[in-house]
């Protein structure tokens, strides 16, 4: 069975390291899948790309669009000719791809025009803000998917309001299954607490990214804002989107200022999940830090007015504050770790599920 993998962005090289490692050591069963990888190229930046790659150890793509940095429709269209022509060539039994980017969206549009099953890995996810583009992204591809792979009851929950029922799979999170197995990597072989010279549970992490709270001024105003109240080590990967916008806004030379901020370039997955484990606490608008948050019980403040991982909002683990300055301090003085963790992500095995169910079920089948 061949599969066209198509990724583009930081999230999606991490998810599919581990289901390409998992399908290229599968021996069960008569059936082989072959994968060809598409990286779009929408993460052009070493630091979010191919440094991924390198540390994942996950293979060349085959093929490498270079699609770059444009405004959405034309970085969307962009993509489609190039991955038609691809698609066209290889001939692929399914598309496979992830979350929620434009690569995703791309992706699934062009499998839907040539006819080609469309299998959608963190299916059902619904933040219902069709303002945020990963909103629109992550609805069009469910309706254009033969396969739905879903890493929460939720999210097989938000399918069915939608009536879509038929091939929807709940197989856990792939992520969380990654971070189990990284965390680990990560406590024997990541130096970053000792590069960075701070301590465990002394610090707490920041990242920002959402076109959302960098592409408005007062928005992104507001978080530095917060940032500079907080009394306690913060630490910043800084986005290449957001640093172009701290800059344009004249907030770049403010933020370098504050003593409690040390703004680092982006890290490597590994030195990541090591600054997610070892965090007292993290503030972030990306949907994926929230939920690792969440897999290493640190207590979390989403800069959203919503979030697709409502579970952990549930559970008293993470608190919507927006791009709001007071909410943001008001969240960060009330924030403890809760007694209660649900088991809300699977256990652990999701890759090998999916790969059960694509060579089981088929999406030619």
């Not at 390198?54 to 970085?75: F, H, K, T, V």
């Amino acid at each position: 069975m061949k599969i066209a993998t198509i990724i583009g962005a930081r999230p999606q090289f991490i998810k599919a390291a581990l289901l390409s490692g998992n399908i290229k050591k599968d021996r069960s069963g008569l059936v082989r899948i072959r994968e060809v990888f598409i990286n779009t190229g929408q993460h052009y930046d070493y630091n979010m790309s191919k440094k991924f790659f390198e540390e994942l150890n996950i293979p060349a793509p085959d093929y490498d669009l270079n699609i770059g940095s444009a405004p959405r429709a034309a970085q969307i269209a962009g993509m489609m000719k190039k991955i038609e022509a691809v698609l066209k060539k290889e001939k692929p039994e399914a598309v496979l791809v992830y979350g929620d980017t434009n690569s995703t969206l791309a992706g699934a549009l062009v499998a839907s025009s040539l006819n080609i099953p469309l299998c959608h890995i963190e299916a059902g996810l619904r933040s219902y803000d069709l303002s945020m583009p990963e909103e629109s992204n992550r609805v069009i591809t469910d309706r254009l998917s033969k396969m739905l792979f879903c890493p929460t009851l939720e999210a097989v929950k938000n399918l069915k309001k939608e009536s879509i029922i038929k091939g929807v799979y709940m197989v856990g999170d792939i992520m969380y299954e990654l971070a189990r197995k990284t965390a680990k990597i990560a406590s024997a072989r990541s130096s970053i607490l000792s590069l960075l010279g701070i301590v465990p549970k002394r610090y707490t992490l920041a990242t920002v990214h959402r076109q959302a709270n960098t592409d408005i001024r007062q928005n992104l105003k507001s978080i530095i804002d917060a940032f500079q109240m907080i009394d306690d080590v913060i630490v910043f990967p800084v986005h290449p989107r957001t640093e172009k916008m701290l800059k344009r806004f004249g907030l770049w030379s403010t933020v370098k200022k504050m003593k409690n901020v040390k703004m680092i370039p982006p890290v490597g997955y590994v030195d990541m999940i090591c600054l997610e484990k070892n965090a007292a606490a993290i503030l972030t608008d990306s949907g994926g830090v929230q939920k690792e948050a969440y897999f290493f019980k640190v207590p979390c403040i989403t800069l959203r007015d919503n979030t697709e991982w409502v579970e952990t909002v549930k559970s008293g683990w993470n608190t919507l504050a927006g791009a709001d300055t007071v909410k943001i301090i008001r969240a960060y003085k009330r924030l403890k770790a809760r007694k209660a963790h649900p088991d809300y992500y699977g256990d652990g095995n999701t890759s090998k599920r999916i790969i059960g169910i694509l060579k089981k079920e088929g999406p030619g089948k």
